[in-house]
């Protein structure tokens, strides 16, 4: 059996099952204390994996903000912040964006295998360009990660890579924030698109836990054996 990291999906969502609005900008789903929690997950993680259209349309920082976790992530001997990790078809990423830019860290790019030699021509400098195969398969990219010493992934959207990571069956653990508020716009991007879910009405995912955090609810599901409660 191949073996990968243990993986936990972190989103949040409004109540209509949203990640975000049509609009440019980044719609705060969460509030202070969720966040809060989020980067104490993220402290205990290895790598932090987004979608290439998340890096492009958030700018996402993906860093531990606590100096504290920081400090207890180095005096364990790992980097202040977790490795970051995206996965890419066109390539079409701006090196000064905040994925590459901040964080101590080495950051990793998927590409497919097209786009291989114009992606380190353009992000060899501030990233490690894998071949991801053509298309990415994510479970490659998960057994990847594993070689490279990542033992504990967190994947942080957007929906098509959760689509991908939930489908495949490479998730251990969904952590769903439930935002008390109404999207209402059918432009905007969702949880997941459509496929192939292995939890349907007949093979239900088990809810490990329910956790009210100020406005927001945390719901936290076991999607295999190896999850862990914590
Ligand atoms: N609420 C939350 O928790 C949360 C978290 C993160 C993101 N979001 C939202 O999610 C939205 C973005 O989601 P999204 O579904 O549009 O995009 P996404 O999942 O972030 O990224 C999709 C892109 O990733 C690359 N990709 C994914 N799988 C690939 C594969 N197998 N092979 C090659 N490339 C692959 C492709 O990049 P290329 O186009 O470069 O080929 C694809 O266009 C944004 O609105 C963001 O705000 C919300």
Known sequence: MVERPYTLLSCGMSIDGYVDDAGAGRLL??????FDRVDAV????DAILVGAATVRQDNPRLLVRSPA???ERVARG???TPLKVTVTGSCDLDPSALF???GDVDKLVYCATGS???ARGRLGDV???VDGGDPVDLRCVSADLYTRGVRRLMVEGGGTVHTQFL??????????VVAPFFVGDSRAPRFVGDGAFPWTPEQRAELAEVRQIGDVVLLRYKLSDRFELS
Request: aromatic share 2%; proline share 3%; glycine share 6%.
């Open 42 to 45: 993220r402290a205990g993680c």
């Open 78 to 80: 790992a980097s202040p």
């Open 127 to 129: 990233a490690t360009v």
């Open 116 to 118: 291989l030699e114009r």
């Open 167 to 176: 489908t495949a069956g490479l998730v251990d653990e969904l952590q769903l």
């Open 69 to 71: 976790r920081q400090r």
């Open 100 to 102: 590459f830019t901040l």
């Open 29 to 34: 789903l969460s509030n202070a204390a969720d």
